[in-house]
């Protein structure tokens, strides 16, 4: 899926045109006005629920499940969820204020004459921006209604905003898009997943969020090139023969050649998820601009690594291919590497550069130079950015991380992790997040950072924690599968447990592999490679594991 929506991509980046007229540093408040659009709300995902409206004679109890199931029919702004409430609050209600996915059943229970309770269990949410929360454990809920008798019948004069959607019907109405914004370098893009209504509005809606900004717990680690305060000037983005047509305040006018052609990578990567869209147009109220050619080449998305599983074999450091044969490290780089006994091994993107973790520490090898950095006991695994800076934690503080310099020079990282022990910590490909694997005394947590850089690149703090799924059992470690996904095993008595899950989305548990696992890592298209207890690899692209025919002393992590 990935390669084709790469292919997708560059058709539209091929094809996508960018448009300007005059800029102001703030949203206009003056000029013309211009006529808007409205956005239409029609399914695109093949379903489209019809709910049954409200029954005469229904009692309060009836009418509050009956208004809970309309929260599947979004059509006409859920005029049917509408019908169930009373006339001076059905304009009051917003539906989109947020989803509640439901766990099971609510149970409806009596406080007053006029007033019900609705109890539920949440399995995830989903905020009014897209944003979704999975519930590390059901989370309990209780959310009253008021009634009032309107002609005679019962209807809802008070109720919670948002809707309330089982997980199947959650699945059929809404889809999970991911936002681009670029790392501060500009050489990644990095998503933002979201999920918005499968409807004939989702692209108005994608490229509304995306100029709304990131995530609140991604701010400081990617940046957009839209300015500030850039809108949609039409209220809409409309589709004409597979073009998206992105009509832009004029905000983003003053903007440089470079920024603009950013903004189109940005639009055109967000919107290519959207299957009616092959390229995307953009206008700044309503004049066309040809002049923004980006210099030098697109921002990387998803990046990849070498398919080989890279492997610490004896005294071979390298590359392992099906043979069972090893390609070594060049420059030296594999002879340095086996020299310091490694326990674990983090490869920079060029392959140049190695962080090694040992019986006596954290060592930077770079060629035939090696550079002990860190010698404190009870270290985890090393990881390596793209920007030069080796991370290394300690198993006993989860309070603290510590980003080394190639020359040795440390930078302590403030986290804000709960306590526990830490297990691992690695950076993301793109270099702007963190994932961190905790074993707590409920058991594995596992936890995603932004990764906030000072002018000169350099860290000065991780963001506020993301808690995502983890494997349940005895921690073994966590890793980057993708640019989206993450993996965390951890070891039961019926073998490993292994969930993969998205940042922002869904968690999957794959089947167990048979023995025990000792290291994760993630490979290449997206696949995960685990190492065994007897040193055999596996290999997962997302069902069962599959034998690779290798083995490994370690398994090393590719950037």
């Known amino acids: 899926m990935r390669n084709t929506l790469r292919a997708a991509v560059a058709t539209a980046l091929a094809a996508l045109t960018v448009v300007a007229v005059t800029a102001c540093a703030a949203i206009p408040t003056d000029g013309p006005v211009r006529a808007g659009q409205s956005v239409k709300d029609e399914s695109i995902s093949g379903v489209d629920f019809r709910p049954d409206k409200p029954v005469d004679g229904s009692d309060q109890t009836a009418i509050l499940r009956g208004f809970v199931a309309a929260g599947t029919g979004a ?128 692209s108005t809606r994608i490229a509304s969020a995306l100029l709304a900004g990131p995530a609140d717990w991604l701010k400081g680690a990617v940046v957009s090139a839209f300015p500030e305060g850039t809108q949609l000037s039409l209220n809409a983005v409309t589709i004409d023969n597979g073009t998206a047509l992105v009509d832009l305040s004029s905000d983003a006018l003053s903007s440089s050649n470079d920024d603009k052609a950013r903004m189109r990578e940005q639009l055109t990567r967000s919107l290519a998820s959207v299957a009616s869209v092959s390229s995307v147009s953009i206008t700044f109220e309503g004049a066309t601009f040809s002049g923004a050619e980006q210099d030098g080449t697109p921002a990387q998305v998803n990046p990849d690594v070498d398919p080989r599983p890279l492997v610490v074999r004896d005294d071979q450091v390298g590359f392992a291919t099906a043979g069972g ?39 930077v090898a770079r060629g035939k130079d090696a550079l002990r950095v860190d010698a404190t006991p009870g270290l985890v695994p090393p990881s390596i950015d793209d920007l030069d800076f ?94 989206s996904d993450v993996v965390s ?19 999957s548990t794959l089947p167990k592999a048979e023995g025990v696992a000792t290291a994760v890592v993630g490979g290449d298209g997206g696949s995960m490679l685990l190492r065994m207890s007897d040193g055999s690899v596996l290999r997962s692209t997302g069902g069962g594991w599959d034998t690779t025919g290798l083995t490994a002393d370690v398994l090393g992590v590719q950037r």
């Open 75 to 202: 059509q006409d702004d859920y005029a049917i969820a509408r019908e169930f409430l009373a006339d001076g609050f059905a304009k009051k209600w917003n539906p989109r204020r947020g989803v509640t996915i439901l766990q099971g059943s609510g149970t409806v229970e009596r406080v007053a004459d006029r007033e019900l309770t609705y109890t539920l269990t949440a399995s995830a949410t989903v905020d009014q921006d897209g944003e979704y929360t999975q519930a590390v454990r059901p989370t309990t809920s209780t959310l009253t209604f008021q009634f009032v008798r309107q002609d005679g019948q019962w209807r809802i004069a008070y109720a919670p905003d948002g809707i309330i959607l089982t997980p199947v019907s959650f699945e059929s109405v809404f889809q999970e898009h991911a936002l681009y914004f670029f790392d501060p370098t500009y050489q990644f893009l990095v998503p933002d997943e979201r999920w918005f209504l499968a409807r004939s509005s989702t």
């Open 325 to 363: 044969k090893v390609a070594p490290l060049g420059g030296g780089l594999a002879d340095t590497v086996a020299g310091l006994d490694p326990r674990s091994l983090a490869l920079s993107a060029s392959g140049t550069v190695a962080a090694v973790g040992n019986a006596s520490g954290v060592v």
């Open 489 to 507: 095993v951890a070891q039961t008595d019926a073998g490993p447990e292994v969930v993969r899950s998205t940042v922002g989305g869904q968690s």
């Open 390 to 483: 080796v991370w290394v934690g300690r198993s006993d503080d989860t309070g603290q991380v510590t980003a080394y310099g190639l020359g040795g020079d440390p930078h302590a990282v403030k986290t804000t992790l709960p306590q526990g022990k830490l297990v691992s910590f690695q950076l993301s490909r793109d270099s702007t997040r963190a994932l961190a694997l905790i074993e707590t005394a409920d058991g594995p947590a596992l936890y995603v950072m932004a990764v906030v850089r000072g002018a000169d690149r350099t860290p000065t703090s991780l963001g506020s924690p993301v808690r995502v799924q983890a494997a349940s059992g005895d921690a073994v470690g966590a890793a980057w599968v993708n640019d």
